[in-house]
């Protein structure tokens, strides 16, 4: 007996039954970047890894255990992307976008690899739609792109969400938070997991972070000491950020603890949630600093990612009504072998009059090709037989209520066309 194959630990196959929880999101992501004035942009799947150690942080969860690096024949260290905002960050760089009119306003869609314990929602292989802004810092900027994420997940459909909201300050007073926040959680040191305790050290707003349930009681404090350290700057750009988002009726609320496992953010940063303490389906925030970081001229910029298989879990569990997809506008059924030479050449007039056009040629009986329409979603048919080549004419029939009549060959798409708006 042959190996036996089965899917990486962590990944998944999306069969055709699911497609369209991607289609519509997707679709409606797109529809809202582009309405936005978002242009799309693709990155490479792959980085140079001193990408990622730079800009995410080298003591982040995801550069220290969660990276897929290999060398490559060249010698050369490369990572396959954990997250989309330092390749879109480089792009822009590389590119001379700074140069171009700003802000420059860019969306991406693509996937993604992190090697993180697989759970509900969480893959090691994902797709993360996003949107990147740079070239503005005023903090109504902030507000819209919080807006525009959460209008993407009412297109969808998605219902009783609230945005977790906090501010970790610009670089200028970043000393200040972490020393307050070295201090406090020095005080409480021997209630930390080994790995706090280092982090405390290395990389202490890092420390929010961990998941051990034993310092969970010192992390809900710590945040507080982060949001009492801003610096007057800070706390007016995130004072006129809720002004705004209260201005936009979006819903909102504080979490201090909130930090984001990435080290490139400045002032804001926020989560998605649905309002029923369920996961985090999508977030991001500020990055004043992270175009300069990497080579770039001082640029001011803000981005979020979707969290795409929770966004889809969601939807099911909401029992959003996603459109079923439509596979093809037409089904071709034949019956002889003169008829399948006919429905060769009807393909190829209907594909050509741009019309989506399935068959099932290797199949003989019009009851097998029919079931195919069937589970397609296909609303018509063009049946072929014998009879049908001879008078030079085909059997349109509505599979709805399968009423059907003969039309000649010459009035096939005036005919079509009536049906099928």
């Given at each position: 007996?042959g190996?036996?194959?089965?899917?990486?630990?962590?990944?998944?196959?999306?069969l055709?039954s699911?497609?369209?929880?991607?289609?519509?999101?997707?679709?409606?992501?797109r529809?809202?970047m582009?309405?936005?004035?978002?242009?799309r942009?693709?990155t490479?799947?792959?980085e140079?890894?001193?990408?990622f150690?730079?800009?995410?942080?080298?003591?982040?969860?995801?550069?220290?255990?969660?990276?897929?690096?290999?060398?490559?024949?060249?010698?050369n260290?490369?990572?396959?992307?954990?997250?989309?905002?330092a390749g879109?960050?480089?792009?822009?760089?590389?590119?001379?976008?700074?140069?171009?009119?700003?802000?420059?306003?860019?969306?991406?869609?693509?996937p993604?690899?992190?090697?993180d314990?697989?759970?509900?929602?969480?893959?090691?292989?994902?797709?993360?739609?996003?949107?990147?802004m740079?070239?503005?810092?005023d903090?109504i900027?902030?507000?819209?792109?919080?807006?525009?994420m959460?209008?993407?997940?009412?297109?969808?459909g998605?219902?009783?969400?609230?945005?977790?909201i906090?501010?970790?300050?610009?670089?200028?007073?970043r000393?200040?938070?972490?020393?307050?926040?070295?201090d406090?959680?020095?005080?409480?040191?021997?209630?930390?997991?080994a790995?706090?305790?280092r982090?405390?050290?290395?990389?202490?707003?890092?420390?929010?972070?961990?998941?051990?349930?034993?310092?969970?009681p010192?992390?809900?404090e710590?945040?507080?000491?982060?949001?009492?350290?801003?610096?007057?700057?800070?706390?007016e750009?995130?004072?006129?950020?809720?002004?705004?988002?209260?201005?936009?009726?979006?819903?909102?609320?504080?979490d201090?603890?909130?930090?984001?496992?990435?080290?490139y953010y400045?002032?804001?940063v926020?989560?998605?949630?649905?309002?029923?303490?369920g996961?985090?389906?999508?977030?991001?925030g500020?990055?004043?600093?992270?175009?300069?970081?990497?080579?770039?001229?001082?640029?001011?910029?803000?981005?979020?990612?979707?969290?795409?298989?929770?966004?889809?879990?969601?939807?099911?569990?909401?029992?959003?009504?996603?459109?079923?997809?439509?596979?093809?506008?037409?089904?071709?059924?034949?019956l002889?072998?003169?008829a399948?030479?006919?429905?060769?050449?009807?393909?190829?007039?209907?594909?050509?009059?741009?019309?989506?056009?399935?068959h099932a040629?290797?199949?003989?009986s019009?009851?097998s090709?029919l079931?195919?329409a069937?589970?397609?979603?296909?609303?018509?048919?063009?049946?072929?037989?014998?009879r049908?080549?001879?008078d030079k004419s085909?059997i349109?029939?509505?599979?709805?209520?399968?009423?059907?009549?003969?039309?000649?060959?010459r009035?096939?798409?005036?005919?079509?066309?009536?049906?099928?708006?």
């Amino acid at each position: 007996m042959g190996v036996k194959f089965q899917k990486p630990r962590g990944t998944q196959d999306i069969l055709p039954s699911e497609q369209k929880y991607w289609y519509w999101t997707e679709d409606n992501f797109r529809s809202v970047m582009l309405s936005a004035g978002f242009g799309r942009i693709i990155t490479p799947t792959f980085e140079n890894t001193d990408l990622f150690v730079r800009s995410v942080g080298e003591d982040t969860d995801i550069v220290s255990k969660e990276m897929y690096t290999f060398t490559d024949r060249g010698g050369n260290s490369l990572t396959l992307r954990p997250e989309g905002t330092a390749g879109v960050v480089r792009a822009y760089i590389e590119n001379g976008m700074h140069k171009e009119p700003q802000p420059v306003k860019v969306f991406y869609w693509g996937p993604v690899f992190r090697y993180d314990r697989p759970q509900a929602g969480r893959y090691r292989e994902f797709c993360q739609p996003g949107l990147e802004m740079f070239g503005e810092q005023d903090p109504i900027v902030d507000a819209q792109v919080i807006a525009l994420m959460m209008k993407f997940y009412r297109k969808i459909g998605l219902k009783d969400l609230v945005v977790k909201i906090n501010s970790i300050g610009d670089i200028k007073g970043r000393a200040k938070m972490q020393k307050a926040l070295v201090d406090f959680l020095s005080a409480h040191r021997r209630t930390l997991c080994a790995e706090c305790k280092r982090r405390m050290i290395q990389n202490p707003m890092r420390v929010l972070d961990c998941k051990e349930k034993k310092c969970q009681p010192v992390i809900e404090e710590a945040g507080g000491v982060l949001i009492d350290n801003l610096n007057t700057a800070s706390k007016e750009h995130f004072t006129k950020v809720l002004e705004y988002l209260d201005d936009m009726g979006v819903e909102y609320e504080l979490d201090h603890r909130l930090v984001r496992g990435l080290d490139y953010y400045t002032h804001t940063v926020f989560e998605v949630v649905a309002k029923n303490g369920g996961l985090s389906i999508g977030g991001g925030g500020r990055y004043d600093e992270l175009v300069k970081m990497l080579g770039g001229p001082a640029t001011p910029a803000i981005g979020f990612g979707v969290g795409l298989d929770r966004t889809i879990d969601l939807l099911k569990k909401q029992n959003v009504a996603v459109p079923e997809v439509v596979f093809s506008d037409v089904f071709i059924v034949q019956l002889g072998d003169e008829a399948k030479k006919k429905a060769i050449r009807v393909i190829d007039q209907l594909d050509e009059a741009g019309y989506r056009v399935a068959h099932a040629l290797g199949r003989s009986s019009i009851k097998s090709q029919l079931r195919v329409a069937n589970r397609l979603g296909t609303k018509i048919a063009i049946i072929i037989g014998e009879r049908e080549v001879h008078d030079k004419s085909v059997i349109i029939r509505d599979l709805s209520d399968s009423t059907q009549e003969s039309v000649l060959d010459r009035d096939l798409i005036k005919m079509l066309k009536k049906r099928i708006q």
